[in-house]
């Protein structure tokens, strides 16, 4: 995401809500609204193949995870290449991420294995200065930033109306 | 993203690849393919608002990201209910994610603020069974351990046909 800069004020938050819902086998129905700080929404799905026993109607989560960290990178990279002063004929990135699965008793537990992002740029400039470009979108991406540090996630259970803390 | 649990082998890995296009003024084409355990192809795209820049031709990718964080916490919710003997009638899970957002000079900077997810669950079970099921779907969700440790990611950026590391 990028934001104006001659509009935006020095310091902001922004904040992405999302409400879903289970239907069918394994679909889940979202509606994903930024709040903050103006008003967007989005409607989207995601769902299993047979082999998870879902019937492939939408994405799996880990692709649209996969597409959101791709696609933050990349806007950025454009965004700030404007403000650099670096010019971009061409940009393609291809990611790649690993998982590590195993069983535990009935269910199974999962881990981040490696996270690897090349950038393919054609551009006029230096190499130096599409290097400082690819460094400058890194600190400016909201999905870097977010992997790059131990995130705690609050998680509440609704109890006859009223939400618990687990 | 859930595994059939009679089929997968004590361990294995989940991989993920996306190669992501540049077009038009900010919008991001994007095909994610799982190739491991199998092969899944998946095409989607990111844009941005006209208050971006964009022609908001696609969800912003913090959109994707908040979507498919949701959807991978429903996944497993309903793929371990079936394993713990929980019976959901119904599955609503609302998400909310702030980011903060400040200048930095000509660009700016990005870092994550906080994470909360309620879980709507109508059950005939014991609470605590449903307590005990969003436990276990916390460790089997790939986002929710992601995002629970630091992770590197490694960038390549290629110069002359070869790759180099930033």
């Known amino acids: 995401m990028s934001m104006s800069m001659d509009t ?23 509606v ?11 409607e989207m799905a995601t769902d299993e193949g047979a082999f998870h026993g ?7 989560p880990l692709a649209l995870f996969v597409g959101g960290l ?3 990178l990349m ?3 454009r965004a700030f290449a404007k403000r650099l002063g670096v010019t971009l004929d061409d940009l393609k990135v291809e990611t790649r991420v690993i998982w590590d699965w195993q069983k535990a008793g009935r269910v199974y537990e999962t ?6 992002i090349d950038v393919l740029i054609d551009s006029p400039n230096a190499f130096e200065d599409t290097v400082a470009l690819v460094k400058a979108a890194q600190k ?16 509440r259970v609704l109890r006859d109306g009223t939400y618990v803390d687990i």
């Not at 881990?111 to 690897?116: L, T, W």
């Not at 977010?146 to 998680?155: A, V």
């Open 111 to 116: 881990a981040p294995h490696s996270f690897e």
């Open 140 to 155: 400016g991406c909201f999905l870097e930033q977010t992997l790059g540090q131990q995130n705690t996630i609050r998680h």
């Open 8 to 30: 935006a004020p020095e310091k902001t938050q922004v904040q992405f809500n999302c409400a879903g819902t289970a239907v069918g086998k394994m679909r889940n129905e979202l």
């Open 70 to 72: 791709t696609g933050c």
């Open 75 to 77: 806007t950025q990279i």
């Open 32 to 42: 994903v609204e930024m709040v903050k700080p103006f008003h967007e929404s989005f």
């Open 54 to 60: 879902g019937d492939a109607s939408a994405p799996p």
